[in-house]
């Protein structure tokens, strides 16, 4: 039955088995130690205490008997006084004991104890008011009757003592019986648990390690004789190894994938781009130069001055699809100078304040201190800057608001870098676009070009940084712009 198992089933027997077997164990434990807490605490509780309760009850009596005694002899009061106070310890430890009385049997007794007590307390105090009168012998022989209404008494509660001493020894006796069974259960789990550790180790030694010892002699040429010791570490390493190649293969195929499907978008738009541009550009300028000249020699009325606005505006248009096609074909250059960040951020909002007045849009810029200066262009980084407001702008509408906080930071694999957070109080980017809007031709608008964050993309990978979008539904975008701070420049290519 053994052998028919596979070699996981086998594993997976004896490491349940184990686990099992462990945790029972652990059980047991658990069981026992609630036991012996619930045996303790019922033997503190009730026997300790009644136990206590009745050396305390024989102890008062005893005292009593004495004063009773010793007032016979010289009649001194300060006997009565000490006999009145262990009366009183005598009935606080009688209550005592019938409050942690737990059977009818021992409230039995110690009702008998407490009718016992007042039999003896009534004759003891005749005998105290014969000695008081000064009738010694009638004192005297009430006095005899009377210890034996004490002993009667004494016994009763030396039997209520006996009774939680016994317990108390039959307490003892099952926690001495439990641990015995611990003891046995516990040999036979560590039993158990050896046996199946040997198997375990014989079917991993056997089954495991010799078949892995031998794939790596057959792939290790220099032989057994430089076999390493840890085989497990050892094929790990090289299955390690063989994935980091798999891993680098796959990566380097997707970046070809993706090198060529971008180097097809390129060429597709860098002919698009070039055929628009000899074929739009030129008349668009010729027809702006007209449209110029209308307006100023032709007395127009109201209606045509909006018909021509409205011809402007879409040839306006229709020149920045161009312009965008050629910047995203045939990408500038970059002119690096150092410079301050704040500067180009600053710079970009004295160049939008018309279009954010004419949107009623409020900027606030959080600013501790000028960011530091790094090596990058100046005209590209606004033109990121200018794209991302924009956005903004007819994203929000009317009465808008535009966060601008400018910090440093550390990256880990990066360094120090300063950080440009553009937040806006707009409806926010739905989560199923985020991954899409540095795409190029992806566009949330109807009338857009999708080329406008695909070129700030671009730009801040081409000065080693990055651009990152947080946005949820309803609580506006944040664009969150990271420039490494560079120290030298080495031709348009920037080095930490």
């Not at 108390?168 to 158990?192: C, D, M, N, P």
């Not at 050892?234 to 090198?259: G, I, N, W």
């Not at 870098?417 to 985020?434: C, E, K, M």
Request: proline content about 4%.
């Amino acid at each position: 039955m053994w052998k028919r198992l596979s070699l996981q089933s086998r594993v997976f027997l004896l490491l349940g088995g184990l686990m099992l077997t462990a945790l029972g164990g652990g059980l047991v434990t658990v069981w026992h130690t609630d036991a012996i807490d619930s045996l303790v605490t019922d033997l503190i509780d009730q026997n300790v205490a009644s136990y206590r309760a009745a050396e305390r009850l024989e102890s008062a009596l005893l005292r009593q008997k004495g004063y009773v005694t010793y007032f016979s002899l010289d009649q001194d009061p300060e006997w009565l006084n000490r006999l009145a106070e262990h009366h009183q310890n005598f009935l606080h430890w009688l209550e005592r004991a019938k409050a942690s009385a737990n059977t009818p049997f021992l409230n039995d007794l110690l009702d008998a104890i407490g009718n016992a007590y007042q039999d003896y307390r009534q004759g003891r105090e005749q005998v105290i008011a014969f000695y008081q009168q000064g009738h010694k012998t009638a004192g005297a022989e009430m006095h005899r009757q009377l210890r034996r209404q004490f002993n009667d008494l004494f016994l009763l509660c030396d039997r209520y003592k006996l009774i939680h001493e016994q317990r108390i020894a039959e307490a003892k006796a099952v926690s001495r019986f439990q641990a015995k069974v611990i003891t046995h259960t516990a040999l036979v789990l560590i039993t158990g648990i050896a046996v199946m550790g040997l198997l375990l180790g014989y079917t991993l030694i056997k089954q495991i390690l010799g078949p892995i010892r031998d794939l790596l002699r057959e792939s290790n040429p220099a032989g057994l004789a430089e076999a390493p010791l840890d085989e497990v570490q050892a094929l790990s390493q090289k299955v390690h190894t063989l994935r980091e190649d798999v891993d680098l293969a796959q990566s380097q195929l997707k970046r070809s994938q993706v090198t060529l499907v971008q180097s097809e978008k390129l060429a597709m738009v860098g002919k698009l781009a070039a055929g628009v541009a000899h074929s739009i550009r030129n008349p668009l300028t010729s027809v702006k130069m007209r449209l110029y000249s209308m307006r100023r020699h032709l007395n127009l009325t109201p209606e045509q001055q909006e018909d021509l606005e409205v011809i402007s505006q879409e040839i306006r248009q229709i020149d920045a699809i161009v312009r965008n096609f050629l910047e995203y074909s045939r990408p500038p250059k970059l002119k690096i100078q150092q410079i301050s960040p704040s500067t180009v951020v600053d710079w970009a909002i004295t160049l939008l304040r018309p279009r954010l007045e004419s949107f009623q849009v409020t900027v606030t810029v959080q600013r501790r201190q000028m960011l530091p200066e790094i090596w990058a262009d100046p005209d590209q980084l606004k033109e990121v800057l200018v794209n991302l407001m924009v956005n903004a702008c007819e994203a929000m509408g009317k009465n808008g608001q535009i966060t601008i906080t400018e910090e440093e930071d550390f990256l880990a694999g990066i360094g120090r870098v300063v950080q440009i957070r553009l937040q806006d109080t707009g409806p926010g980017i739905p989560p199923a676009i985020q991954d899409k809007i540095f795409q190029p031709f992806f566009s949330a608008k109807e009338e857009g070009t999708g080329l406008g964050l695909s070129i700030a993309a671009r730009i801040m990978e081409e000065h080693g940084g990055s651009i990152r979008v947080h946005s949820r539904p309803g609580q506006g975008a944040t664009f969150i712009l990271t420039l490494p701070l560079r120290k030298i420049k080495h031709g348009n290519h920037l080095n930490s």
